[in-house]
C-alpha cells in the first residue's frame, strides 16, 4: 500500500550531493510495478539519467529504458525516459498550440528560442515545467501520446525548487496576459493539487538537513504539495548501542578486541588495537551525529524513508535495490 495514492507527478528535489537523481530514478522503478508505466524527466541537462541506466544519450523524445520493480505475479510496466530541454520544448509549444511547424524551426535558425529562453528564465522555466504538465495531462493535442500511470521529476536543487515550480509568480512581471501566462496559471492548478508531491532528499548532515528544512518551509508559503524527506547514504548499523556508547567513551575492552583478532588469525599489536579504537571512536561520534539530525528530520512533520548507502557505487542493480526499500517502505 503506497502513502501516495492519489499522486500522479512526483516531483524529487535536494541539495546537490545528496543523491536527488539516484533516488528520482528509484522511485521510477519502484512505480512502474503491476503494469503501470512511468515516465521520468529530467530537466537540468546533464543526461544523468541515460549514465545511471547505462544507455545512449536522451533525445527529446520518450524512450523506454527500464521494466519496473517487479512487486507481483503481474508483469511490471516499463520505465520510459525524458530529457527535457527548453528550446525543443518552446518548438513543441509552438507546433500544438499555434500550428508552427516549419515556421517554428525557422524561428529557432534566427535565433528566437534562444533569446526567449535564456533572456527571460521565468519563461524557460514554465517550458520545462509545461512539458511535464503536458505528458501527466495528455489531451486531444497530442494525439497518439503515451499515457502514463505516473511522472517522477527529477528537478532543480532544493534552493530553487519552489521558484521553479510557482510558474505563474514567475512569469508574473513578464505577461500579466495572454497564453503564457494561462498556461502558467493553468499548470499551476496541477501543482498545488494533491495529484502532485515534491519530495525532498537529504543527508543526516547539518546542511542538507537545514536546507531540506528550509525547503519545506518556501513550498509551504507557496502553497506547493509537500511529500515526504529520503534520507539517502544511510550507513548500515554494524554496531549496537552498547558498544557505540563505549567507543565515544573510549571504554572498549582491549583485551577483548585483542582476542578478536587473534581468533581471526592476526597477530594483534598495541598499534594496531590504538588504530581500532580511535576509528571506532569516529565512527560512534558520526553516529551521535547522525542520530541527532535523524530527530530533526522526524520533527519537519512529513512522512520519511531511508534508504542504505549501496556499496560499490550505483548501477542499475543498485537501483533496483532501492526501489525495492522505497516500495517495502510505503513509498511506492
Known sequence: MTDWPRVQLHVVTGKGGTGKSTVAAALALALAGEGRNVLLCEVEGRQGVARMFDVDPLPYAETRIATGLRTGPEEPGSVYALHIEAEAALL???????????????????????????????????????????????????KGA???????????????????????????????????????????????????????????????????????????????????????????????????????????????????????????????????????????????LEDGQRTVVQGLGVPTYELERVAGGIDLGGLYELAASLKQQGMA
Open 146 to 288: 503515451r499515457q502514463y500511470d505516473a511522472v517522477v521529476l527529477d528537478a532543480p536543487p532544493t534552493g530553487r525548487i519552489t521558484a521553479f515550480l510557482n510558474v505563474s509568480e514567475s512569469v508574473a512581471g513578464l505577461a500579466k496576459v495572454g497564453p503564457i501566462k494561462n498556461q502558467a496559471d493553468t499548470m499551476m492548478t496541477l501543482f498545488r493539487s494533491p495529484r502532485t508531491a515534491v519530495h525532498l532528499v537529504t543527508l543526516l548532515e547539518e546542511m542538507p538537513v537545514q536546507e531540506t528544512a528550509d525547503g519545506i518551509g518556501e513550498l509551504r508559503g507557496a502553497r506547493l504539495p509537500v511529500g515526504g524527506v529520503i534520507v539517502n547514504q544511510v550507513r548500515p548499523r554494524d554496531l549496537p548501542q552498547e558498544a557505540l556508547a563505549a567507543a565515544r567513551k573510549g571504554s572498549l575492552d582491549r583485551a577483548e578486541i585483542g582476542g578478536d583478532l587473534a581468533a581471526a588469525g592476526l597477530q594483534p599489536s598495541d598499534e594496531m588495537i590504538e588504530g581500532l579504537l580511535a576509528e571506532a571512536a569516529e565512527h560512534a561520534e558520526r553516529r551521535a
Open 92 to 142: 513543441e509549444y509552438l507546433r500544438m498550440y499555434y500550428k508552427l511547424g516549419p515556421a517554428g524551426r525557422a524561428l529557432d535558425r534566427f535565433g528566437v528560442t534562444e533569446f526567449a529562453t535564456t533572456v527571460a528564465p521565468g519563461v524557460r522555466d514554465v517550458l520545462l515545467t509545461g512539458k511535464v504538465f503536458e505528458a501527466v495531462q495528455r489531451n486531444s493535442r497530442n
